[in-house]
């Protein structure tokens, strides 16, 4: 039997009986139009973080102060509250590691804030002029810390746009304004672009100040809360991170490096931790599709088995004119592969559909991978074949004497 | 336990002739029609197509002599109800691997044979009579030219009228074409129509003889 004798068979046969072979494609679609909808909706996620925390710095490497390690008792205070870190440790990665290309040092802490009343409670990051370049920040209005106002300890600040928002008014111009950081007077020269993203740690909820303004008027003292490094290029990230370490623990004079009273962390690493977790979130959501995928396959097989009983009688003439098993296992394996090749063909079109409407009318990133077309394409064809075989097995099998004779 | 329901029957059928098989129900007629028509191997003995023995091949063997050397005229039609009087008769030859273009014209030509006008070859076989059926089964039969024609009870579901219009058609078939006819039935007067009737009861062949006074309709011959 010819291939297209055989679905010219498949197609007088499941034109026969549409309604029943829409409600069985039906199934099928709504199983992998969930998949398709279900991963493009988690690999969208997965780039909308990712690109959040590219967003944050260019072959970024952070330095936060950790508590020493001694053996024996584990002493841990939370992250940022031990004080190790100096301006001098700054200073000597920008002199002494070579892939470091700028060095941003910062000392944020949240404090009160008031301006004409307004108050709010926000992240005062006292830092130098490098940190824009290290961090992706770019300046909307007016400029950021000069060298100057660092060496003369001007109390001037950098605002963002949603502390803009929250102090002055949407739309303000807040140059040249006053504030009140901690009760002590600052003046407005400055204010970020808005880089998106709300909640925690949002990069648009924050004021800037002189890093050397910061440790004298607000936290009294010298230390630094984290050290923000970028690298030359992202391939000498790891190099970059080495050396730092081997710099710091000379410098805090640590022989064990398992002991150090640091942590770095780059910037790769936020990425790789970040994608594992949506990784998992996807599979997870491929998985709960995917159970709807085997009730479609189910009433594949269900509405093949009736279909055999049904056309007990006609495989018993087909046999008694010369068809052999082999003819009859095909036709009805292509007909549960071609309703479910069908389904794969409109769920994939079905959760196309879905991910562009969560992406329009939700707001939330979605991208269809062609990965997982292909991959919803095959898992139907494998559930046709598997979900066909029983019952064209059982029709192959019918004795033509009988099989003639079924009333 | 075994029960036997054919023994000691031993006959011949020649090239050429038109047979009837005759005996009341659960004398061993069906299982004797089986075998004829290869559906089905006797569990001891031999049968002879041709000089082919039939009893020891394998299932796709029996779909291949089926295929190519017989064609059946069931009872009860048996057609495809949704698909056209055309495709019906075509279908054999779609699992004889007949090219396209030539199975058109085969099918045509079958269905001259059997006297089914060219005004129902369009139509969906559900809306034709009994009789007009019964002819799109023996169009289907010789759509593959085969040795033998079984006909099993072929006039069983019809009135005596389109029951002769079909006995007609074989009795053509056989005069004209020369066809290998064996006609299954438990009627006398269907059997009468045939050259020859087997008898047989409890799985034993009790008569063998030319039929004397045959039944001829001859509005055509």
Same mark, same amino acid.
């Given at each position: 039997?010819?291939?297209?004798?055989?679905?010219?068979?498949?197609?007088?046969?499941?034109?026969?009986?549409?309604?029943?072979?829409?409600?069985?494609?039906?199934?099928?679609?709504?199983?992998?139009?969930?998949?398709?909808?279900?991963?493009?909706?988690?690999?969208?996620?997965?780039?909308?973080?990712?690109?959040?925390?590219?967003?944050?710095?260019?072959?970024?490497?952070?330095?936060?102060?950790?508590?020493?390690?001694?053996?024996?008792?584990?002493?841990?205070?939370?992250?940022?509250?031990?004080?190790?870190?100096?301006?001098?440790?700054?200073?000597?990665?920008?002199?002494?590691?070579?892939?470091?290309?700028?060095?941003?040092?910062?000392?944020?802490?949240?404090?009160?804030?008031?301006?004409?009343?307004?108050?709010?409670?926000?992240?005062?990051?006292?830092?130098?002029?490098?940190?824009?370049?290290?961090?992706?920040?770019?300046?909307?209005?007016?400029?950021?810390?000069?060298?100057?106002?660092?060496?003369?300890?001007?109390?001037?600040?950098?605002?963002?746009?949603?502390?803009?928002?929250?102090?002055?008014?949407?739309?303000?111009?807040?140059?040249?304004?006053?504030?009140?950081?901690?009760?002590?007077?600052?003046?407005?020269?400055?204010?970020?672009?808005?880089?998106?993203?709300?909640?925690?740690?949002?990069?648009?909820?924050?004021?800037?100040?002189?890093?050397?303004?910061?440790?004298?008027?607000?936290?009294?003292?010298?230390?630094?809360?984290?050290?923000?490094?970028?690298?030359?290029?992202?391939?000498?990230?790891?190099?970059?991170?080495?050396?730092?370490?081997?710099?710091?623990?000379?410098?805090?004079?640590?022989?064990?490096?398992?002991?150090?009273?640091?942590?770095?962390?780059?910037?790769?690493?936020?990425?790789?931790?970040?994608?594992?977790?949506?990784?998992?979130?996807?599979?997870?959501?491929?998985?709960?599709?995917?159970?709807?995928?085997?009730?479609?396959?189910?009433?594949?097989?269900?509405?093949?088995?009736?279909?055999?009983?049904?056309?007990?009688?006609?495989?018993?003439?087909?046999?008694?004119?010369?068809?052999?098993?082999?003819?009859?296992?095909?036709?009805?394996?292509?007909?549960?592969?071609?309703?479910?090749?069908?389904?794969?063909?409109?769920?994939?079109?079905?959760?196309?559909?879905?991910?562009?409407?969560?992406?329009?009318?939700?707001?939330?990133?979605?991208?269809?991978?062609?990965?997982?077309?292909?991959?919803?394409?095959?898992?139907?064809?494998?559930?046709?074949?598997?979900?066909?075989?029983?019952?064209?097995?059982?029709?192959?099998?019918?004795?033509?004497?009988?099989?003639?004779?079924?009333? | 336990?075994?029960?036997?329901?054919?023994?000691?029957?031993?006959?011949?059928?020649?090239?050429?002739?038109?047979?009837?098989?005759?005996?009341?129900?659960?004398?061993?007629?069906?299982?004797?029609?089986?075998?004829?028509?290869?559906?089905?191997?006797?569990?001891?003995?031999?049968?002879?197509?041709?000089?082919?023995?039939?009893?020891?091949?394998?299932?796709?063997?029996?779909?291949?002599?089926?295929?190519?050397?017989?064609? /059946?005229?069931?009872?009860?039609? $048996?057609? @495809? =109800?949704?698909?056209?009087?055309? #495709?019906?008769? +075509?279908?054999?030859?779609?699992?004889?691997?007949?090219?396209?273009?030539?199975?058109?014209?085969?099918?045509?030509?079958?269905?001259?044979?059997?006297?089914?006008?060219?005004? /129902?070859?369009?139509?969906?076989? $559900?809306? @034709? =009579?009994?009789?007009?059926?019964? #002819?799109?089964? +023996?169009?289907?039969?010789?759509?593959?030219?085969?040795?033998?024609?079984?006909?099993?009870?072929?006039?069983?579901?019809?009135?005596?009228?389109?029951?002769?219009?079909?006995?007609?058609?074989?009795?053509?078939?056989?005069?004209?074409?020369?066809?290998?006819?064996?006609?299954?039935?438990?009627?006398?007067?269907?059997?009468?129509?045939?050259?020859?009737?087997?008898?047989?009861?409890?799985?034993?062949?009790?008569?063998?003889?030319?039929?004397?006074?045959?039944?001829?309709?001859?509005?055509?011959?």
């Amino acid at each position: 039997m010819k291939i297209q004798d055989l679905l010219q068979e498949t197609y007088f046969a499941l034109s026969a009986n549409k309604a029943r072979s829409g409600l069985t494609i039906l199934g099928i679609v709504i199983g992998i139009g969930s998949v398709i909808a279900m991963v493009s909706i988690g690999q969208g996620a997965q780039g909308s973080i990712q690109a959040s925390i590219q967003s944050i710095g260019s072959n970024l490497i952070l330095i936060m102060p950790g508590a020493q390690r001694t053996a024996g008792v584990q002493v841990s205070a939370g992250r940022g509250s031990a004080q190790t870190l100096m301006q001098a440790d700054a200073d000597a990665i920008q002199k002494e590691v070579t892939l470091a290309k700028a060095v941003a040092p910062e000392n944020s802490r949240r404090y009160q804030i008031t301006a004409k009343g307004k108050n709010t409670n926000t992240q005062v990051v006292g830092t130098v002029p490098a940190y824009p370049s290290v961090r992706n920040i770019q300046i909307d209005m007016g400029s950021f810390i000069s060298d100057q106002n660092i060496k003369s300890l001007s109390k001037v600040a950098v605002i963002g746009p949603a502390t803009r928002d929250d102090l002055f008014g949407v739309d303000v111009n807040p140059i040249g304004q006053p504030i009140r950081i901690n009760k002590i007077d600052f003046k407005v020269i400055g204010m970020t672009k808005s880089k998106g993203g709300t909640g925690f740690g949002s990069q648009d909820d924050v004021v800037f100040i002189p890093l050397s303004a910061a440790q004298r008027f607000l936290a009294g003292d010298a230390y630094v809360t984290t050290i923000s490094v970028s690298a030359v290029d992202q391939n000498s990230m790891a190099a970059t991170q080495q050396q730092i370490t081997n710099l710091l623990l000379r410098r805090h004079n640590i022989l064990n490096p398992l002991m150090a009273d640091f942590q770095i962390m780059n910037q790769q690493d936020i990425v790789q931790t970040a994608s594992s977790i949506t990784n998992t979130m996807t599979m997870l959501l491929a998985a709960i599709a995917g159970i709807s995928l085997i009730v479609g396959g189910i009433g594949i097989m269900n509405m093949m088995l009736t279909t055999v009983t049904e056309r007990t009688r006609e495989i018993g003439l087909r046999k008694s004119i010369g068809a052999k098993k082999r003819d009859i296992t095909k036709q009805f394996l292509v007909e549960s592969v071609m309703l479910t090749f069908l389904g794969g063909v409109i769920g994939v079109a079905l959760g196309w559909a879905v991910s562009v409407g969560v992406t329009q009318f939700a707001g939330i990133a979605t991208s269809i991978s062609l990965q997982s077309v292909l991959l919803a394409f095959g898992v139907s064809a494998a559930i046709g074949i598997v979900f066909g075989y029983y019952p064209a097995r059982r029709a192959a099998g019918l004795n033509p004497i009988e099989a003639l004779r079924y009333e | 336990m075994e029960t036997a329901a054919l023994k000691g029957a031993s006959f011949k059928i020649n090239d050429g002739e038109f047979v009837a098989i005759m005996g009341p129900s659960g004398s061993g007629k069906s299982t004797l029609m089986h075998i004829i028509g290869c559906l089905d191997t006797p569990t001891s003995g031999e049968y002879f197509f041709g000089d082919q023995s039939v009893a020891k091949l394998s299932d796709d063997e029996l779909a291949d002599i089926r295929m190519q050397k017989i064609g /059946f005229v069931f009872q009860a039609y $048996n057609l @495809l =109800s949704r698909a056209t009087v055309l #495709r019906n008769v +075509i279908l054999p030859l779609v699992y004889a691997d007949i090219p396209k273009e030539q199975r058109e014209k085969q099918a045509k030509e079958s269905l001259r044979s059997a006297a089914l006008p060219e005004e /129902f070859w369009q139509h969906r076989s $559900n809306q @034709l =009579s009994g009789g007009m059926m019964q #002819r799109v089964a +023996i169009a289907r039969a010789l759509v593959n030219n085969p040795a033998l024609i079984l006909a099993d009870e072929p006039t069983g579901n019809l009135d005596t009228k389109t029951g002769e219009m079909v006995l007609e058609t074989f009795q053509r078939l056989h005069m004209e074409q020369g066809r290998t006819i064996v006609l299954i039935t438990h009627e006398p007067y269907v059997a009468e129509h045939a050259q020859r009737i087997i008898h047989v009861r409890d799985g034993n062949i009790v008569d063998d003889s030319q039929v004397k006074n045959r039944r001829m309709i001859s509005n055509h011959i």
